[in-house]
């Protein structure tokens, strides 16, 4: 089974302050996706990576930045935090964007 | 980008009753997956079917491409399918649906 670890599993961050969510997989899969929940919208891409050191935009990446230093490791960046930004993320992997396999989630609070 | 429709936005179920959850696309794609958030909120990848149809279990998912449409149909529900499901399609970025709830009563 992939294996797909997330950090930190819950935070709460300040209006403004800049936070990291960080992703690990170690299955060597291609593919590394991260996605938000929010009641009523379901989940939603907002960037993804499909080779180390490349990333792309997804449907809503506006406020956020992505990194992949290496096939491993996918982390997302909210520079200035706002409040609209609380929600459930999830990073995913997958290998050449077949079955996903999702961590455990980020419950993000901003105050 | 893909709109994906699921339907019944819920759905609840006497133990043993069968269900049948629907997912509608807006144009074709590669990928077709249903998964199952549990009330925790853990998602778990069901079936993988971009087409035709698929078993596992008490799943049963038909995929038609070229209608744009996919169904999930579950056998013999228990109280401990009771969650959400999701349909996702795409190429490279999956789309996800809102979901149907699905609770299963004793």
């Known amino acids: 089974e992939a294996a797909v670890t997330q950090s930190p599993r819950s935070k709460v961050a300040v209006t403004g302050g800049k936070v990291t969510l960080s992703c690990h997989q170690t299955?060597?899969?291609?593919?590394m996706y991260w996605y938000r929940q929010d009641t009523g919208h379901g989940l939603r891409l907002i960037h993804y990576s499909y080779v180390a050191d490349s990333t792309e935009k997804g449907d809503i990446p506006d406020g956020y930045k992505a990194s992949r230093p290496s096939q491993e490791n996918f982390s997302l960046i909210l520079e200035l935090a706002s409040l609209s930004q609380t929600a459930v993320y999830f990073c995913?992997?997958?290998?050449?964007?077949?079955?996903?396999?999702f961590g455990s989630g980020t419950r993000l609070t901003v105050l | 980008g893909q709109q994906v429709q699921q339907s019944p936005s819920s759905l609840v179920l006497q133990e043993g009753e069968n269900a049948e959850l629907q997912c509608n696309f807006s144009?074709?794609?590669?990928?077709l997956q249903w998964f199952y958030q549990s009330p925790g909120g853990s998602l778990v990848s069901l079936l993988s079917n971009p087409s035709g149809t698929k078993h596992t279990g008490r799943l049963t998912s038909t995929t038609v491409t070229k209608e744009r449409r996919s169904s999930l149909h579950i056998s013999s529900s228990q109280t401990t399918d009771s969650g959400t499901y999701l349909c996702a399609t795409g190429y490279q970025n999956f789309y996800f649906g809102k979901g149907t709830s699905l609770t299963v009563i004793p």
């Open positions: 299955n060597n899969h291609d593919y």
């Open positions: 144009s074709t794609a590669t990928q």
């Open positions: 995913a992997s997958s290998v050449s964007a077949e079955t996903l396999y």
